[in-house]
């Protein structure tokens, strides 16, 4: 099992220019979700998406969208870039999204820098 | 909505040592309270939660302790080892309902000095 992959690894953008962030999860999880991590402010969630064809918005969804395009995947696009969005964006899954059983497994990450 | 403070934000120790971090929460509803640990450029990952249900769990040398009156809930890990240096993240969740995420604390930067 690979777990939960996302691509890119690393992404440098200029302002304004726009891209979409991919995740995977090969392990039947219901619940994914996309995070940003900025330093001393923890892991702040933006979408997330409960179950296959469902999407809502997280603490802090200004200038994203996300597609839950199938069960095992979940997008992030970011249509407009802005300096004020260069972080690290993770992107986790769990089994189901509340009840004890949401223990959240982590891709490794995208490292994007908007120039 | 949840809101989770975690204290302290730095914390050195001497190899051998004993760490407490704290994490105070504001929903009394919440009832599901993991821990993350992040090593420097890794991915977060669980290393041990607790139900609300439950006042104490133990895993080797880390431990979980829960006080659900006064709503906060703490990490301890004993014998403190080099490799225990990381980023450790608390974070609370109920079941159910539009409070059904995690909501994370803003982490602990542990270093265990040898």
């Known amino acids: 099992n690979a777990g939960v992959t996302q691509t890119p690894k690393f992404q440098v953008l200029k302002t304004g220019q726009s891209m979409t962030l991919q995740c995977a999860q090969d392990?039947?999880?219901?619940?994914m979700y996309w995070y940003r991590q900025d330093p001393g402010m923890g892991l702040r969630l933006i979408y997330y998406s409960a179950s296959e064809g469902t999407t809502d918005k997280g603490e802090v969804p200004n200038g994203y969208n996300v597609s839950r395009l199938n069960k095992r995947e979940f997008s992030l696009r970011l249509e407009s870039a802005a300096p004020s969005q260069t972080s690290v964006y993770f992107c986790?899954?769990?089994?189901?999204?509340?009840?004890?059983?949401?223990?959240?497994?982590f891709g490794p990450g995208t490292r994007l820098t908007v120039l | 909505g949840e809101n989770v403070e975690q204290h302290p934000s730095t914390l050195s120790v001497q190899e051998g040592d004993s760490a407490v971090i704290k994490c105070t929460y504001s929903d009394s509803a919440s009832n599901y309270f993991p821990w993350y640990k992040q090593e420097l450029g890794k991915r977060p990952q669980l290393i041990i939660d607790?139900?609300?249900?439950?006042g104490e769990k133990k895993d080797q040398r880390i431990a979980v302790t829960l006080n659900k009156t006064a709503k906060h809930f703490s990490l301890h890990i004993t014998e403190t080892q080099p490799e225990d240096s990381a980023v450790y993240f608390c974070?609370?969740?109920?079941?159910?309902?539009?409070?059904?995420?995690?909501?994370f604390g803003k982490g602990t930067k542990l270093s265990v000095k040898p």
């Open positions: 607790i139900r609300s249900n439950v």
């Open positions: 974070a609370a969740s109920r079941d159910g309902g539009s409070q059904g995420n995690l909501i």
């Open positions: 986790a899954s769990s089994l189901i999204w509340a009840g004890g059983l949401n223990e959240q497994f």
């Open positions: 392990m039947n999880h219901n619940s």
